[in-house]
């Protein structure tokens, strides 16, 4: 079983939709959570983290986790093209070096 | 300030071959990484360095060897190419010191086509 899993889509919403993505885990000592935005031929870029349970909201962005179920979300609202890009979602216990990530989602927002 | 460097940016090698693909970055991050992504299976760590002079094994670490002579290069070896080593290579930076994952930024990656 993978640490990490993560439905690869794709998924295609209209501009302005919420999207949600999510991704399950297996290992509970799990207390950082992240979710990357990668645009095609290019390197993840950082969006959000949460550590350990909650939300987490930035602009049109929120994050939740729950460690109960061990399942993270990640909700777009007010979608737009430019939101159009993998995301990926990556988690670890407190140490840097062993971040686990899940394979993707790829999220298509047409206009 | 460019960040993370990353060369080649693509490469086609053929099995057997040495290759070292080559990471630079400038923001005197303490921590360094290499991941390889591969479709389906997500970023998946090679190796990694929390300090100039110190390296660690990753989750998928055979047939890659790392140095760390310094803090802002972190080299990473393939000895003997094999075709399974086909992969977009990432190379990433961060603050560990920090306490806080949002220091981490990836390079552009480099596409490796082995034969």
């Known amino acids: 079983q993978k640490e990490v899993e993560q439905d690869p889509g794709p998924l295609s919403v209209p501009e302005g939709a919420i999207v949600s993505l999510n991704c399950t885990y297996s290992?509970?000592?799990?207390?950082?959570f992240m979710w990357y935005r990668q645009y095609s031929r290019k390197g993840p870029e950082l969006l959000m983290y949460?550590?350990?349970?909650g939300n987490k909201e930035d602009g049109r962005f929120t994050a939740q986790v729950d460690k109960s179920s061990k399942y993270i979300s990640l909700f777009i609202r007010d979608s737009q093209p430019s939101d159009s890009a993998t995301y990926l979602c990556a988690m670890g216990v407190n140490n840097f070096n062993k971040f686990y990530f899940g394979s993707g989602t790829k999220l298509n927002v047409k206009p | 300030i460019a960040g993370i460097t990353q060369a080649p940016t693509s490469q086609i090698l053929a099995a057997g071959r040495r290759m070292t693909l080559r990471c630079t970055q400038d923001m005197r991050h303490n921590a360094m990484y290499w991941y390889r992504q591969d479709l389906g299976l997500g970023l998946r760590l090679i190796h990694y360095s929390n300090t100039a002079g110190t390296t660690g094994k990753g989750e998928v670490p055979d047939g890659y060897s790392v140095s760390r002579a310094n803090t802002d290069d972190f080299p990473l070896t393939l000895a003997s190419a094999v075709p399974s080593q086909t992969s977009v290579y990432f190379c990433?930076?961060?603050?560990?010191?920090?306490?806080?994952?949002?220091?981490?930024?990836f390079g552009p990656g480099t596409r490796l086509t082995v034969l």
């Open positions: 949460t550590y350990s349970s």
């Open positions: 290992n509970s000592a799990f207390q950082y």
């Open positions: 990433a930076s961060s603050d560990s010191a920090s306490g806080s994952p949002d220091t981490q930024y």
